[in-house]
């Protein structure tokens, strides 16, 4: 068989060597893993299916003649070479485990080669804490690291519940996978590494960042159990004593373009004292980085906050206290601001947001954790010898972050009139409703389409990940020309809305079941390639690359806590949305780039929160015109 993507597993480790992501083999049937062997198989879907899905989710972006030429292209393709590719990737599907999780791992994320900062890694802030100084920033991260352990015994004796989407189990790998993982750079493809709870080496120490500098500190005592908030509190504070004078930021190379810091790493590994640093940095848990206070410009307080989280702020501040090949940083800012970001190559927000919630639940709940743990040992300082040619590599990347950091516009805010209770109310989803509005916004700014993603799940499948939910449709497109036409009554336009509402809901549900059409799009190119078959007509196709140019990037993460979530946008001209909604609110992070001066994040939250609020009166208005 052909057999692309081989794990190689040594001494407990997970490695993925080069180009070959992997995939975990089917973990031990623990009460977390107790339905796994349940799940189905992601299926391929019907090419003829997703041929007319395809068809229709491109013709309100295209003109009359566009679109028959590309009903055109399409006919051809259902005759040559689409079969020929579904029965390869068919055969795929039958040999592998899941025929798609290990090819998105390396399209979408190990053969990357833009930053992972801004561009793959979202950040999420935590609610506001109160603490107000260095010593309470001390002791609220020795609480934090108490409340990680404290989750990640759940995932080491397996005993976290199976998530579940209706009745449906979910796949729970992604737990496993975000504590005690790294990415690495390569020259041409990354490669990423897990070391596994309960594995004799499975990690026992996380790295701390302060000014720049990092330190390993063992978070278990000689009787294998964590350490005491008070223990984590006294080696904490030594660490930050020894930490104050600010070092050249090394973790700013984890934010260059990846084939560069493939070069700068293989440089900086050749030194004995580094290499035994990177490693200590790819073997820890997590890192948790006490970042120095970003200043306030004009913005609120929680806007600066998800900077701090999305990139740091550029590297005169907090960029370089961060190593973002990891894939969990904790971040604790000064004044109670605090949050994480994560490197997006092993997981979705959801094991993250669950991590996160038990995280700050733990915080406010404030327990003092357990006793004592024997010989607690010191934290040790990871030493980086920085040769002229190594400090010439941190110079660019500094300069080429801060153009980043720059470039990046990115607003949060709090939409308090409503949350999921008004589309409740009436009797629509409220992820299909928030997804209109979105789209609306962005139709009433820019007087066009956009093509729009939204995350949808694949987790009811072993080892899924995601497909797009294409939330633009001929409905959509529909609602939105009505939206603002006074000749159309209220009562038309809510008629309208609720098409475009069921329409998003359809399609959303056709992609939870494994019926989506991007990915089995991707896949079908894929097959050709690999193959040695040219990439098909359909592919190369304007229809596919304009369909496929998301000027919105947007996914629905519900968090218990009031915690916010940010990413950047897919494309320089689009903007990235992730939301929180509650019952009662919706938490919105916006972000758009700087170099596109008709995508403005500030411009567009202004008429989201209006279109949020016109879109309620339509209803009033035609509730109250029948009574
Ligand atoms: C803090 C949680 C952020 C959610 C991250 C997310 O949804 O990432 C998307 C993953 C995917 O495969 O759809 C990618 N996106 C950010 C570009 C929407």
């Known amino acids: 068989m052909l057999r692309l993507l081989s794990r190689s597993t040594t001494r407990g480790i997970v490695r993925v060597s080069q180009c070959t992501p992997t995939t975990m083999t089917r973990p031990p049937p623990g009460k977390m893993f107790s339905r796994q062997a349940l799940l189905p198989r992601l299926p391929v879907p019907a090419l003829d299916q997703t041929l007319d899905k395809y068809l229709k989710s491109v013709r309100p972006l295209l003109t009359d003649e566009e679109f028959n030429n590309t009903k055109q292209i399409v006919q051809e393709f259902s005759k040559n070479p689409g079969p020929k590719l579904q029965t390869l990737l068919e055969q795929r599907a039958s040999q592998e485990e899941n025929w798609l999780s290990e090819w998105w791992m390396k399209i979408a994320y190990l053969e990357f080669r833009s930053p992972v900062t801004v561009n793959v890694s979202p950040g999420i802030v935590f609610p506001r804490q109160s603490y107000r100084d260095k010593e309470g920033q001390i002791r609220f991260a020795s609480m934090l690291i108490a409340g990680i352990l404290d989750f990640k015994l759940m995932t080491d004796n397996q005993t976290l519940p ?30 990423w590494t897990c070391y596994p709870p309960n594995e004799p080496n499975a990690p026992k120490h996380i790295v701390v960042a302060h000014n720049n500098q990092f330190f390993a500190f063992d978070v278990y005592g000689s009787d294998g159990q964590p350490l005491s908030e008070a223990q984590i509190y006294r080696q904490l504070k030594n660490l930050v004593q020894d930490s104050e004078q600010v070092s050249p930021p090394v973790g700013i190379l984890t934010t260059e373009n990846r084939s560069t810091w493939a070069k700068a790493y293989t440089e900086l590994a050749k030194d004995k004292e580094n290499s035994i640093s990177l490693d200590k940095i790819k073997h820890s848990i997590c890192l948790i980085c006490l970042d120095n206070k970003l200043p306030q410009d004009m913005s609120d307080e929680r806007s600066v906050a998800a900077r701090q989280m999305l990139h740091g702020g550029g590297s005169r501040l907090n960029s370089g206290n961060r190593w973002f090949d990891k894939t969990l940083q904790f971040v604790v800012g000064r004044d109670g601001i605090c949050g994480l970001t994560y490197e997006h190559t092993s997981a979705e927000g959801p094991p993250v947001v669950m991590l996160l919630d038990h995280v700050v639940k733990y915080c406010s709940e404030n327990k003092s954790s357990g006793s004592d743990s024997p010989s607690p040992v010191s934290p040790t300082k990871l030493r980086f010898n920085l040769s002229p040619n190594i400090q010439d590599m941190i110079a660019t990347a500094g300069t080429q972050l801060d153009v980043l950091v720059d470039d990046v516009d990115l607003n949060v805010f709090v939409f308090q ?9 009436q009797k629509m989803s409220p992820d299909s409703f928030l997804q209109n509005a979105i789209q609306l916004a962005y139709y009433r700014i820019h007087k066009e389409p956009a093509p729009h993603y939204e995350t949808g799940t694949l987790r009811m499948f072993h080892l899924g990940r995601t497909d797009t939910i294409r939330t633009c449709s001929e409905a959509s497109l529909e609602f939105c020309k009505a939206f603002d036409d006074g000749n159309i009554p209220k009562e038309r336009k809510v008629e309208l809305l609720r098409k475009a509402v069921q329409a998003h809901k359809g399609y959303t549900n056709e992609v939870i079941q494994g019926k989506g059409i991007d990915r089995h799009l991707l896949g079908l190119k894929l097959a050709a390639i ?37 990413f950047g946008p897919v494309v320089p001209d689009g903007y990235g949305v992730c939301y929180n909604p509650q019952e009662s609110q919706v938490h919105f992070g916006v972000s758009a780039f700087n170099i596109t001066p008709e995508t403005n994040s500030k411009n567009y939250i202004d008429m989201l929160r209006k279109t949020l609020l016109e879109m309620r009166d339509l209803f009033e208005g035609s509730l109250n015109s029948k009574l």
Not at 532 to 555: C, E, I, K, Q, W
């Open 530 to 566: 690999k193959n040695g078959m040219n990439v098909p007509d359909l592919h190369m196709d304007m229809a596919y690359t304009l369909s496929t140019h998301f000027r919105m990037s947007t996914s629905q993460v519900p968090a218990h806590s009031d915690s916010v979530l940010v």
């Open 417 to 425: 009139d409503y949350g999921k209770n008004f589309p409740k109310s």
């Open 162 to 191: 199976v998530d579940h989407m209706g009745k449906n189990p979910l796949c729970m790998t992604q737990y496993y996978k975000i504590l005690s993982a790294c990415r690495t750079p390569g020259k041409k493809c990354d490669s």
